[in-house]
């Protein structure tokens, strides 16, 4: 497991290193490939697609099938439950990384390797780095992060499964590296009770307020959630900084304990200072008041995260918001070298030796389907006799061969195990760094809506949602979060969507005018593709609901999915939803309904 010395190694030459893998990147890509190949071409996966023992990377991209995870599940199974022969990789699978779950219903067990976790480990410290180097001050005080984790889950093989963040922030790497810098107590931090959790690090931070030069999360909804969690809280926060005492409910050993060393006396006149500040009704620009040293916020704010820049920067007051990083709970992707780009403006650089990528072309606006050819080459769940079948898959091209403009759905060969899989993230290339492709990152193009014959993407669904919401801006009302589901219980059926609203001056919900809000369900609905208005003039699909629900409903249909499993560092709010108890609680907390007109197409 890498130590100090290696994170000194890379704190001395970091930039170096990164100058190094973005202008060697093909060639690295390649290195990457074959050596992948050359090691596990003897695996009871790979082996079924090379005749005679000819792993060269040509028979791989000729043979080797574009598969996705439910391809893959039967193998991932047996790993889990105990085969130990080389299934799909030679070296030792030494656990599982899960997915967070809430965007398809249940987590994925991702394989990892000593090996593939360790490098992975590597990424947090170049963000880290580069942001010190393009934002000054930033090492000269504490990062107030707001980190969690949740229970590990044992496999049947004995090998534990648990978040990336949970594995990550129980390493020494960890603990050696970027802890020594945040404000939360590392058992703070590693409390399964996230409430506790939560409090313990929002108390923290409040007293080490004015050595916090850099507050963050992994998603931007946590950083959401926390402010909600902030209102609810402030005034028993300022009675323990007041009196010095912790509230009883903390009940945790490890919290009370991480506490005593830093709630040590009591402190009125912050506790005062705080109250002032938090009684305002306007939380504008209340992480730089509470937070007066603050230079950056930094959490993801990119694909599906992006509904929330707005009302970061409401609270931010001006300070920049930075997304560092890109990737998914299969390889991370790359990295922001221009942390104080705009936060729709973020382009991330490929790091070429986390993974092999390739990128499968999809249409110019980033939504539909990705371009089709025929390949020979069996199914990933054929056996090998069956390799003379033709198989409807994606081409792919290789990171040397993208193009600028244009967008692409990642495919991914890792070092442990999966062969050329596809993530289901779509990026656009805005450019290159040196030899590394540079990207947005767009929505997932998975269908989140179908009715009938139309099927609805996220990346649909998000630019309708942004072009509506247009319309009220204008009035000072925000759009904090949204979510949607397929109304089949009638026929004909139509899409709902939910919205949170606030004024920008405060939590109050502003006055929906009816004619306002059915301008938005129309602009919306003008938004979507061709097949969805034909069906809609023709009847098949209702006229489009949107409902709008109180401040804080989504605060608890996040409750919802954390009670299910889902991570509350991780949490990415669901698009659709697929849950009758999810769409429930939204519909407990709906204070306005609007339709789009009937005859509108």
Known sequence: MAGEKEIKEIYDNGMKILEELTSNAYEIQEQMLEEILIRNAGTEYLSRFFVHGQNHKQNFKA???????????????RIANGETSSILFADPITQFIQSTGTSEGKPKLIPMTAESFEKRMVKPLLVDLVMKKCISGLDQGKS?????????????????????????????IFKNGLAKFCTSPIDTILCLDNKQSMYCQLLTGL????EVVRIGSSFASVLARSIKFLEDYWKELCSNIRTGFLSDWIADPACRNAMSSILTRPEPELADLIQQICEDKSWEGIIKELWPEVKCISSIVTGSMSQ????????????PL????CGSSEACFGINLEPLSKPFDVSYTILPNMAYFEFLPVNNDGGGKSREFKLRGASATESSESTNETTTVNKPVDLANVKIGRYYEVVVTTLAGLYRYRVGDVLKVTGFYNKSPQFQFVERQNVVLSIDLDKTTEVDLSKAITKAKLVLEPLGIMLTTYSSYADTSLTPGRYVLFWELKMKGSNDLPKLDAKIMEECCGIVEESFDFTYKSLR??????????????????DELMDFYVSKGASISQYKPPSCLKSEEAVKILNLGMVGTFFSPKTMF
Do not use: C, W
């Open 308 to 319: 929330y820049i707005p009302l970061l920067e409401f609270y931010g007051g001006g300070i």
């Open 537 to 554: 003039k023709g009847g098949v699909i209702s006229a489009l609901e949107l409902r709008v629900v109180k401040h804080g409903t989504f």
């Open 144 to 172: 107030f992060y707001l980190f969690f984790v949740k229970p590990e889950m044992e496999t049947p093989s004995g090998l534990m499964a648990s978040l990336y963040t949970t594995s990550y922030f129980k390493t020494q």
């Open 322 to 325: 930075v997304s560092p990083n």
């Open 63 to 77: 043979n080797v099938p574009i598969v996705t995870y439910e391809d893959i599940k039967p193998y991932i199974d």
């Open 207 to 210: 007293l080490l307020r004015d």
